[in-house]
């Protein structure tokens, strides 16, 4: 214990080294998505190897890694490949299951661990541990109630009306605003219930939100912590549209509270790796309104694209640095940027006709970064890439985004 802090014993990997087999040093990550994708990239530039760990053939990262094993989350012999081939082992998809992340660390480092993992797969684990550390943290949950049988359901029903109007989520499972049930009163909770399968839910009250950001932390095995300065970020449809990563973004004495409340999150979860914390700005009457922790990814995130192209150490760096033992660089803001996520709408006209974007146009605006994850298939809501825009001052920014929004038919566009 240092400071009230664990301190892990872990020899670091070095990249380009060798094990005393001969094999080069190979990080490995359970998920193949674009998160992977992108911390392959970032794992490679430092010269490592990498193994990628996805059941889909078609991955965004086992397309892009030296290696790709392709079995199931919580198969013993990808598993056993994974760690055979690995000095060290992180985890990018939100619900890989936390029982692999167990099998594996009994003998390789596994980096966030599967006891955060399944905390944060969790609404109900989540909402205890961020309520058990509201004092240290200054910042506490939505009010909610937990639904796991009727008799629960019956109970909010008879005295908990002050959570109504209300957003009814599974505890489990859910992501960009998927297994969640907006109600109005309380008639329509029992309904909006069995349509979630009667799973174990949340009902969290609603709150009147002037905006939402989120903090990217990232721990060390000894302790060791940096973090970006808050993000703010508009959803559109329960998904993330825009991320604006800039100063004045926000209130300053709401983006220090964020910021100092999502480390001590992370340091109160002995977490080691990247970890993205969101919260709310509610409206309390107070001239900036207050803050509300939402929930958090044990995983770079969405909102933290931008770092990217914005900042001197990108989400994905720290995630290699971190699992890898290596120390973390304070990063560093040298633009001010705005993300622009590219949903697979962006590649159908108004008609539902396939269409390919106008990228010249976007590509020849000054400060645009264009990246796509290698998804062959453009649907509705899936994420397909990312663009962002990047210049010397925010009024540019803001008047390049606003232009590249408009050109691909994005929403949000007021928002800029
Ligand atoms: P993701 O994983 O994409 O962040 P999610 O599916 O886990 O999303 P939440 O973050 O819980 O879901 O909610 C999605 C969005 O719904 C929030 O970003 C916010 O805009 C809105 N929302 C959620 N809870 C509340 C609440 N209690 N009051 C008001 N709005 C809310
Ligand atoms: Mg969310």
Known sequence: MKDGIHVAAMTPVFPGSEDAAGQPATLGVMGGGQLGRMFVHAAQRLGY??????????????????????????????LSQLAQLCQAITTEFENVPAQALHVLAQTRPVAPGAAVVGIAQNRIEEKAHFAACADLSGVSCAPY?????????????????????????????????????RIKNAGELAAAWMELGSVACVLEKMLPLTAECSVLVARGWDGQVVSFAPQRNVHVDGILAVTHAYEGN??????????????????????????????????????????????????????GH?????????????????????????????????????????????????????????????????????KLQARAGRKMGHLTITGPDVASVKAVARHAAGLLGLPGLDAI
């Open 250 to 303: 926000m209130p300053s004495a709401l983006a220090t509270r964020a910021r100092e409340a999502a480390v001590s999150i992370a340091h109160h979860l002995s977490y080691v790796g990247v970890l993205c914390v969101e919260f709310f700005v509610v409206d309390d009457g107070s001239p900036h309104g207050s803050l509300v922790v939402n929930e958090m990814a044990p995983r770079p995130h969405n909102s």
């Open 145 to 181: 109630a937990v639904i796991e049988t009727p008799a629960q359901l019956q109970a909010i029903q008879e005295d908990q009306a002050d959570l109504l109007p209300g957003i009814l989520k599974t505890a489990r499972m859910g992501y960009d605003g998927k297994g969640q049930i």
């Open 49 to 78: 190897f990498t193994a990628v760990l996805d059941p889909d053939a078609q991955s965004p990262a086992g397309r892009v890694s030296h290696h790709h094993i392709q079995t199931d989350y919580n198969d013993p012999a990808g």
């Open 306 to 374: 931008y770092t990217l192209d914005a900042c001197d150490a990108s989400q994905f760096d720290l995630q290699v640095h971190a699992m890898a033992g290596l120390p973390l660089p304070s990063p560093r803001q040298h633009s001010p940027a705005i993300m622009l996520n590219l949903l697979g709408e962006v590649w159908f006209d108004a008609r539902g006709q396939r269409r390919e974007p106008d990228w010249t146009a976007v590509l020849s605006l000054p400060g645009t970064h264009l990246h796509l994850y290698g």
